[in-house]
């Protein structure tokens, strides 16, 4: 603790603590880092500049060369199911089981609709029955000689198709509080985005209706069969009640243009000013910002090895001969 003096009578000098005197010191050794910081800031402000301006023009440039990508999408909602007619008492708790099994309603759920336009398998089917390929890799396609450009190699295969549509073109979101589910694609060409929306809602409703299809036909197989091998009539009864359940879910399968949803919001065609991606805007800014970054700490950097340099010159040679094994590299 630093004593002030003071001066009491012409012969006592008494010493008081200076009790403001550390903080006083803090602030002002503060002020000098805050100072010496800013100065050194001011030393490499064109180099500042010169990484700013730089990644900002880059940015530019390279934003501009991008193209843009559009995304057409539509919306859908699981049909609710619509039973027609009791279920079948008089079979007690299967009664109950094969009125749940029916669906004579055609009714989907959210989760099964996610997950079916989410498949390989939709996907697949998809490229191989509208022919995507060509479009999925337009820049390997040459559409003159309808075959692929002589540089490339090995043309791509559908796994290649499958990966570059799911990674980057196809978009499926769900909403459990609406109870609706948004399906789109992004391409850089706004007519082909709404076509291939369009070509997912159509499949996923075929694939739909082919499966309850499939699994009516069964039941009636195994029906008919079973008809065939009884003879008791309350019996047989029951079976042609089931049988009829049947044959009624497959004429509401058949007669459904999308099976197991409704479309609300059809897929459009977006805007030419409706794009998606990029967003230069911010590819600037974040380029911008990332650069004037790099040169604070650049310019950090230099003085540091600079102060090396003046302060400890012995200090600095020994970092400069255990940098010369990289030189050699």
């Not at 003096?5 to 008494?14: G, R, W, Y």
């Not at 500042?48 to 991008?66: K, P, Q």
């Amino acid at each position: 603790m630093t004593m002030k003096p003071t001066q009491t009578d012409e012969s006592t000098v008494k010493l008081i603590p200076a009790k403001d005197g550390p903080a006083i010191q803090a602030a002002e050794e503060d002020e000098i880092n805050l100072l010496d910081l800013f100065l050194v800031l001011l030393r490499h402000k064109f180099l500042i500049v010169f990484f700013v301006i730089l990644a900002g023009a880059g940015a530019v440039f390279y934003s501009l060369g991008l193209e843009n990508i559009y995304r057409s999408e539509a919306t859908l909602t699981p049909r609710e199911e619509e039973k027609s007619g009791p279920s079948i008492p008089s079979l007690g708790g299967l009664g109950g089981m094969m009125a749940g099994q029916l669906g004579i309603g055609g009714g989907g759920s959210l989760e099964k609709l996610q997950v079916v336009l989410n498949s390989r398998e939709l996907t697949l089917k998809i490229i191989n029955k509208y022919d995507l390929m060509p479009t999925i890799f337009q820049e390997e396609w040459n559409e003159e000689k309808g075959d692929w450009n002589a540089e490339v190699e090995e043309p791509p295969t559908l796994q290649d198709g499958l990966k570059a549509v799911k990674d980057g073109m196809l978009k499926v979101n769900s909403d459990p509080e609406k109870g609706t589910l948004t399906v789109g694609i992004e391409h850089k060409n706004p007519e082909i985005a709404k076509k291939w929306v369009e070509y997912y809602i159509k499949e996923l409703s075929e694939t739909l209706r082919a499966e309850v299809l499939h699994d009516a036909n069964e039941n009636k197989r195994f029906f008919t069969e079973q008809l065939d091998r009884t003879s008791d009539a309350l019996l047989k009864e029951k079976i042609y009640n089931m049988l009829a359940k049947e044959i009624e879910k497959e004429t509401f399968a058949r007669a459904q243009k999308y099976f197991s949803f409704q479309v609300v919001d059809p897929p459009i065609v977006p805007d030419p000013d409706k794009k998606v991606a990029p967003k230069r805007s911010i590819i600037c800014i974040l380029s911008v910002f990332v650069a004037f970054f790099f040169a604070v700490f650049l310019s950090f950097f230099l003085e540091f090895v600079r102060r090396i340099k003046t302060d400890d010159p012995e200090r600095y040679r020994q970092i400069k001969d255990g940098l010369k094994p990289w030189k050699r590299i």
